[in-house]
């Protein structure tokens, strides 16, 4: 059975002769296991037999960014970010959230770097997807961290973290005006990703946290009132063009995941194990028959930090827990992270493969 019919089955709620098996990690990962192993990380993943692949998607042509001497950049939001290196990772951390200080919604139309659709090139999807697809893989799009389908994160970038919490529950008008320029963009641009795409993207993976580890960070009514409507909206594109959704959210959103399935939520990511409410047995009593479930390893404790037989014993729990019937792709909760020892996720992809088969 190939990657393509496996992980249709299992989408389908139903068992193919494995799990279907994704790999996330971090940039310097990636590199480490390059350099590791001594082949481009696409051949790595194909010695792992990893099922899905992801496109990098439209090109950006837009204005150009600004940068600065000090290592700062603008992303497409004109929010500026500064290039911070530690020993295992580098990140781009947000300096300046450009709309903090506005006060009023006309001051929010009138912001001046409104990204736009025109401003990316999307001929380049379908090569990318014939890629994939040429190595008998599932096509999927995320876009990268800064340019993720998404509404609440790039709010949160805009305004800063806590003003645009402060503006859900004092000033709604300013908050909705804010979630509505972004998610004009995003069904734009989504919509041209998949008339790009010809037919050939099987998932749109979209990504925005709604969870803290121990609560989500807004009430499910909240969620509804300035959430709902945009992630429905997202999700009902893709399925215009016969693409399932996947959608990344860290953190406990349980009370959220009702509303989500019926947003036409198709696949959740992350299954955050150290999430308060985030049990995957009970995710899939819950759930399993309306949801398919993504993700699930470790990368805060086991991968770093646990033992090989901590990993192989992870990895037995969540097949356990969600693999019965299908409608389970095994992978981590997130990224990979430079802190995880490289023979470790060796360990880890030779336990989806010895764990993982409904065939035995």
Not at 252 to 262: A, E, N, T
Request: charged fraction near 30%; include cysteine; aromatic fraction near 10%.
């Amino acid at each position: 059975m190939n990657s393509r019919e496996r992980t249709f089955i299992a989408l389908d709620h139903q068992e193919p002769d494995r799990v279907p098996i994704d790999f996330w990690c971090s940039n310097s990962v990636s590199r480490k296991l390059e350099a590791v192993k001594g082949k481009p990380i696409e051949e790595i993943m194909d010695d792992w037999d990893v099922d899905l692949r992801y496109a990098a998607g439209p090109a950006y042509v837009g204005p150009e960014l600004r940068s600065w001497p000090e290592d700062s950049s603008e992303d497409l939001w004109g929010v500026r970010r500064l290039c911070v290196e530690t020993e295992a990772e580098s990140y781009n951390e947000v300096t300046e959230f450009p709309l903090a200080n506005a006060r009023s919604v006309e001051e929010i139309e009138e912001y001046s770097h409104w990204p736009s659709p025109d401003d990316y090139d999307y001929s380049v999807v379908e090569k990318q997807l014939d890629d994939i697809r040429e190595r008998g893989r599932v096509s999927c799009f995320m876009g990268d961290r800064l340019n993720r389908v998404a509404q609440l994160k790039p709010a949160m970038y805009l305004r800063g973290v806590e003003q645009i919490f402060i503006d859900l529950a004092t000033q709604p008008d300013i908050a909705l005006c804010v979630i509505r320029k972004i998610r004009e963009f995003y069904v734009e641009y989504e919509r041209r990703v998949l008339e790009a795409a010809n037919g050939k993207l099987d998932i749109m993976v979209t990504g925005d946290d709604f969870g803290m580890q121990h609560a989500p960070l807004l009430s499910p009514q909240m969620w509804e009132e300035f959430l709902g409507e945009g992630f429905a909206q997202y999700n009902a594109v893709a399925h215009e063009y016969g693409v399932k959704v996947m959608h990344h959210t860290c953190g406990d959103v349980w009370p959220l995941i009702p509303r989500m399935i019926d947003g036409g939520l198709d696949i959740l990511q992350s299954i955050q194990p150290e999430a308060a409410e985030m049990d995957a047995a009970r995710l899939k009593a819950e759930f399993g028959d309306k949801l398919c479930f993504h993700g699930g390893m470790s990368i805060q404790r086991t991968m770093p930090f646990g033992t090989a037989e901590d990993v192989e014993t992870e990895v037995r729990k969540r097949i356990s827990s969600l693999a019965a019937g299908g409608g389970y792709i095994l992978c981590t909760a997130h990224n990979i992270q430079g802190d995880s020892p490289i023979e470790k996720i060796d360990v880890l992809m030779d336990a989806y493969h010895k764990h993982g088969r409904y065939d035995v």
